[in-house]
C-alpha cells in the first residue's frame, strides 16, 4: 500500500521496520487508537493524526470512490464554523453506509479518517451515538401526518441530532455573545415583537388585497382545511423549531426572522445562556408570531390557487372543492407529488416569503452581503453582526415600500411586453408578476395618500435636522424623526410598514415642495430617505446622526476643536453599541418605566449609559432638563414597554407652537444650549462649578417665563412680522443669560498682556 507521508517520517517508520519493531500486519490489527498512540513515537500529535488519517483511508481503499464522492460535499471546519452543518444528515447516512458510523466496536471505529472528513474529531462513544439518532430517524422517516409532513417526533428526532452535532463541535464562545446573545438583548422587551406583529399585519392586509385582485377571486373552497393548516403549522415550530410553510428543504439551514440560526449547544454559562436566548427571545418572541402570519398567507395563497385550478378543470360545486383539497393537501408537502402541487407550493411559498419580508431581493440581497464581507473580515468577532444586527427583514421592509412607493409599478412596466409574450405561450407567471407588482405600487400610493391627507405638514417630522437650532427644537418637540403625530403623540413610521415609503414622500412633498416640479423631487427625496435606512447603510447613518448630534460648536471654532466634536460624535457611537448590547431591552423598558424623567449622562461614556438603563441605578443620575428648563418625563409604563422610543408625547406648549412656526417661516430665534454655544458659560463653569447648575437652570427658567409672557400679552410682538418676532426673543434670551451670569459672579477673564 503507498502512503503519502512526508520523507523525513518515512525513514523512521522504515528504520524502525527494518529493526522489526513492527510490520504492516501489525498497524492493520491495532486499533484506531492504538494506531494514533504508535505512531506519536515518531511525531508529533497532528502529524500521527494526518498519517493516522491516511493509513485508515488506505484501508478501506475497495470504499475508495464512495469516500472521494461522499468527500466533495463535506464542510471544512471553517465552514463548519459558518454553514452550521448544512445538509449534515446525508453526510452521515453517507458515512454510515460506508462503515465508519456503525463500529460494531472501538476496535473497528476509524477515529482519525471520520475527524479528516467530518472536520471534526469525535470519539468512538460518540459516534455510536449519531449512529443511533441516524437509526432513529430512519424509522420514524417514514411516517406522515395528515397534511403529507414528517411527523413531530421525526422533526424532534432530527432537531436532537443537529444539537448532538453542535455539542460535539459547539460554536465558540466569542461568536455566541456577539451573534446571538448580544443580538438578543437588542430584542428582548415586548415592543420588539408588538413592532413585527404590527408590520406583519399591515402588510397581511395589504397582501391579501392584492392577492385577490391579482387572482380576480375573493377566497378558496377549503377555508376549513388552510385554518387546521395554520393551527398545525404554528404547532410543530413551536415543537420542533421547523418552519414548514416556508421550508424547501429539511437539511436547509434553519432560520429566525431571516437570519441564521447560530447554535448554543454544549458546556459552559455563555452557551446556557445563549440557549436561552435562542428559545425564548428568538423563538418565542419574534419567531412564532412571524411563523403564523407565514402559515395564514401560505394557506390563503394555496386555498385561492387550488380552487382557480380546480375551476379552469371545468370543475363546479363539491367536485371543484374536493379537486381543488387533493391539490391542496399535495401543496402542503415538503414535496409535492403533483406538477400542480408543485406549483401550488411554491407560489405559496414566495407568497408567504414576501408578505413576512423573508424573500431573497435586490435590497436583502446586497445588505447581506456587505454584512457577510464585514463578518469575514472581523472572524469570530462578526463585526457585521454587530453593526448591522438584523439585515434580511429590515431591508424587505424598506424594499417593499420602495416599490409601493411606485418603483414597482415602473419595474411592471418595464417587464409588461415580455410577460405578456410568455403568456401567449403557456406561461402565465412573468405576467403574474407584473400584475402583483403594479397592484403593490397602486394599492400602496393609495393607501398613503389616503393615509397623508389625514394630516397637516406640520405633524410630520422628517429626517434628522442638521441645523443645531433645529436639532434643539425637535428634543423640544418632544418628538421623534420619520413620525407623525397623531393625538398628541408622535408615532414612529415604522408602524406603516408597506407604506411608510410612499407615505414619508408624500409628507416631503407636502411640507417642503414649492410648486408640482419642486414636490415630485421632495417626493423622491423623501423615498430616497427610507433607502438609506437599509441595513448596509443604516450604521453609517447612526454615526453621522450621532456626529451631528455632538457637533455643535461655534463657525469660529478651531479645527482642532471641530475634529475633536468629531471624535466625540464617534465616541458616543460606540458607547451606544455597547450599552445597547449588554442590557437586555427589557431591562431598559422597566428603568424607564419605574422612573418619572429622563436622566442626563455623558454621551461618551458607556459606563453612564449602561447606569442609565438599570432600574434604580438610573436615578442617581440628574434629571434631564430641556432649554427651558424643563425636566423631561418618561412616557408612561405601559408605552415604554409597548412601543418604547417609537411613541413619544408630543410637547404642545404655547412657546414650543410659537417656535414651531417661526421655524416654519424661516425665522426661527436662538434655542441652542448655551452650555454648549457660549464661551462666557464654559468658563463660568471653570470659575463656580458649585454654582454651574443653578445658573444655568435659573436663565433657562426665566428665559422662558418671559418669552412665553411676551408672547400672550406684549403688543409690540403681536404686532411684528416673524422676522420681528425672532428679534425680540433673542434679545430677552440675551438679557436674561447676561443677568445670570452676573447674578451668579462671572468674572470675565482678563487678558494677558505681550
Known sequence: MSLCIPKEISQKLLSAAKAGKFTIHDLTTMTSDERHSFFSDYMDGQTAQEVNGLFERALVSTQKNALKNWAVSVFTPSQQKTERYKNVLKKINQLDELGLLSPESSESFMRDLVAEKLGVSISAEEAKNIHTRAAKLEELSTKTDKFGLPTIPYLKARRDMYNYLNEIAPTPRLRIMTSTIARGNLLFSIKSPMTNIIGNTVMGIQESFTRRLAERRFGGSNTEYAIEYVKNAVKVFRETGYDITR?????????????????????????????????????????????????????????????????????????????????????????????????????????????????????????????????????????????????????????????????????GLWQLRGALEAASLGNPQPLRGVIRDMTHSGLGLTLAFIVASMFDPEDYIGEYPTNPKEQELLRLKRASTNSIRIGGKWVSLDYFGAIAAPLVGIMYARKYGNGMADGFIRYAQGVGAQVVKIPAFEGMYDILKNVKESVVTSESASPNQKAMELLKGGFVTVSDFIASRVVPAIVYDLGKASDEYEREYNKEDAF???????????????VKKDVLGD????????????????????????????????????????????????????????????????????????????????????????????????????????????????????????????
Open 608 to 622: 453612564e449609559k449602561i447606569m442609565s438603563r438599570l432600574p434604580f441605578i438610573r436615578e442617581s443620575l440628574p
Open 247 to 411: 421550508t424547501v428543504h429539511l437539511d436547509d439551514t434553519q432560520k429566525t426572522l431571516g437570519e441564521e440560526n447560530i447554535s448554543s449547544q454544549g458546556a459552559g454559562t455563555t452557551r446556557k445562556v445563549g440557549r436561552f436566548y435562542e428559545d425564548f427571545v428568538f423563538k418565542g418572541l419574534m419567531a412564532t408570531p412571524d411563523v403564523a402570519f407565514s402559515a395564514t398567507h401560505f394557506a390563503d395563497s394555496a386555498n385561492i390557487a387550488t380552487t382557480k385550478i380546480a375551476g379552469l378543470e371545468g370543475l363546479k360545486g363539491e367536485a371543484r372543492k374536493k379537486r381543488a383539497l387533493e391539490i391542496f393537501k399535495d401543496a402542503t408537502r415538503i414535496d409535492p407529488l403533483t406538477e400542480e402541487g408543485m406549483l401550488v407550493r411554491s407560489q405559496a411559498m414566495a407568497d408567504a416569503m414576501y408578505a413576512t419580508f423573508q424573500n431573497d431581493s435586490y435590497y436583502s440581497t446586497f445588505a447581506l452581503a456587505i454584512r457577510k464581507m464585514v463578518n469575514t473580515f472581523s472572524g469570530d468577532l462578526r463585526l457585521g453582526d454587530q453593526l448591522m444586527p438584523f439585515v434580511k427583514t429590515p431591508a424587505n421592509v424598506i424594499g417593499v415600500g420602495v416599490d409601493a412607493a411606485g418603483i414597482g409599478a415602473i419595474r
Open 631 to 754: 425636566p423631561v418625563k418618561t412616557e408612561s409604563a405601559v408605552s415604554q414597554f409597548l412601543f418604547g422610543a417609537r411613541v413619544k408625547t408630543a410637547n404642545q406648549s404655547e412657546l414650543v407652537a410659537e417656535l414651531s412656526r417661526l421655524s416654519d417661516s424661516g425665522n426661527l430665534p436662538a434655542i441652542t444650549d448655551v452650555a454648549k454655544t457660549s464661551s462666557r458659560v464654559k468658563e463660568f463653569k471653570t470659575q463656580r462649578p458649585e454654582k454651574y447648575d443653578e445658573m444655568l437652570n435659573s436663565f433657562k427658567t426665566r428665559y422662558a417665563d418671559r418669552a412665553e409672557q411676551m408672547i400672550k400679552q406684549s403688543s409690540e410682538y403681536r404686532r411684528g412680522d416673524d422676522e420681528k418676532k425672532a428679534e425680540l426673543l433673542n434679545k430677552i434670551r440675551t438679557e436674561e443669560l447676561d443677568e445670570a451670569l452676573r447674578r451668579y459672579g462671572y468674572r470675565k477673564p482678563r487678558k494677558t498682556g505681550g
